[in-house]
């Protein structure tokens, strides 16, 4: 049967990705719908290529964009802004929703889709650092499925049992033998670099990450590591673990993309070329395999793997996700919000790279929010992202 799919943030660089591999296999999956909030041009070529069925763009130009795909003679729904994003993640027709919206922005739709019991592939880690309890309740209730496609947690994903993998990816640990996870990291564009040549970092430079492509938000958490500090929130919440359960290590190579240790001592790793078209391809077909169009590993080119504990003062955003992980949800929501406006600031030139962690750390023990109680709502979580975002702001305003 034809899998239909939705692909939120179709522009981006996960939508990339996985839209060229549903290229691939047109009778498998059908791209039903489509979403992206910035580079309008690229969307309507995008529905040029696939005509969807739906599409969803900012409120402000939904009629703008209706009227475009009619010039281009082509029937599509156009829906706009949340609503229209939630509409496509709970629509009766949608099998699947690739969740690849950047940031908080990503939420809503992700969490409407697990409500709408679908399978969801998800890119968008900032809804599990958000709201990870949440976020796994409604899968649980509504009997979603939730496949990873960062690529160190599909790692896992795939490196753990069966057992585990169908029960919506929850660890019972002890009984399955899992000692601990660990996450790799490349260490990003800065890991040879002193902290005082980071300081220095133009936005060009810390975009540019030695091993794999992406959107600038993201290349950013690489460059400071907040990326790996979400990543550990978010393996916390997919794999129902503490933070003490899950290790990083340095791995300049990008070639182990995770491993998880076992109690007798193994050690279960999944390989292969940095390339996103691969976690997202297992996610797609899983549990069977297709071809992801990704570079096989060329064993015999590569030279030795690496292994380096990283350095957490160099790092600081590092330290400050488990600082969050451990004092619990408001923590790890006003982390995220500071983070996105703090990197936000940096690439409009406004604040230093090294600045981010600063202001994290500085929002994280100034913001004054009550602890959530369990049966916390994605409203209460939105209110406490916007306090923080505000306080965020006017620490920015004070160093420019
Ligand atoms: P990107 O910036 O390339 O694309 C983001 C997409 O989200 C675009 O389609 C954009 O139009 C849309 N978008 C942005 N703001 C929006 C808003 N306010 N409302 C609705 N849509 C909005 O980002 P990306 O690199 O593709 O990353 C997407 C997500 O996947 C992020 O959460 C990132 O952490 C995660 N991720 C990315 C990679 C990667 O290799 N790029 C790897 C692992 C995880
Ligand atoms: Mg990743």
Known sequence: MTQRIAVLGATGSIGDSALAILADYPHEYEVYALSGHQRLDKLLALCQQFIPKRVCVPTAVVDEFAQRLKAAALDIDVVGGDAGLNDIATDNQVDTVVAAIVGAAGLPSTLAAARAG???????????????????????????????????????????????????????????????????????????????????????????????????????????????????????????????????????????????????????????????????????????????????????????????????????????????????????????AANEIAVAAFLAGQVRLTDIADINEQALTGVQVSTLNANADIDDILAIDTVARRYTASIIAKLA
């Open 118 to 336: 679908k399978r969801i592939l998800l890119a968008n880690k900032e809804a599990l650092v958000m709201a990870g309890q949440v976020m796994i309740a409604a899968v649980k209730t509504h009997h979603a499925t939730l496949l990873p496609l960062d690529s160190e947690h599909n790692a896992i994903f795939q490196c753990l049992p069966p057992v585990i993998q169908q029960d919506n990816t929850q660890i019972h640990d002890r009984c399955h033998g899992v000692r601990k996870l660990w996450l790799t990291a490349s260490g990003g564009p800065f890991l040879q670099q002193s902290f005082s040549q980071m300081q220095q970092a133009s936005v060009a430079e810390a975009v540019k990450h030695p091993n794999w492509s992406m959107g600038r938000k993201i290349s950013v958490d690489s460059a400071t590591m907040m990326n790996k500090g979400l990543e550990l929130i978010e393996a916390c919440h997919l794999f129902d673990l503490s933070e003490d359960k899950i290790d990083v290590v340095i791995h300049p190579q990008s070639i182990i993309h995770s491993m998880v240790e076992y109690s007798d001592g193994s050690f279960l790793a999944q390989l292969g070329s940095p390339d996103m078209k691969t976690p997202i391809a297992h996610a797609l077909s899983y549990p069977a395999r297709i071809n992801s169009g990704s570079q096989p590993l060329d064993l015999y080119a590569l030279s030795g793997l690496e292994f380096i504990k990283p350095d957490l003062q160099k790092f600081a955003c590092l330290r400050l996700a488990r600082q969050a992980m451990q004092a619990g949800t408001q923590a790890t929501i006003v982390l995220n």
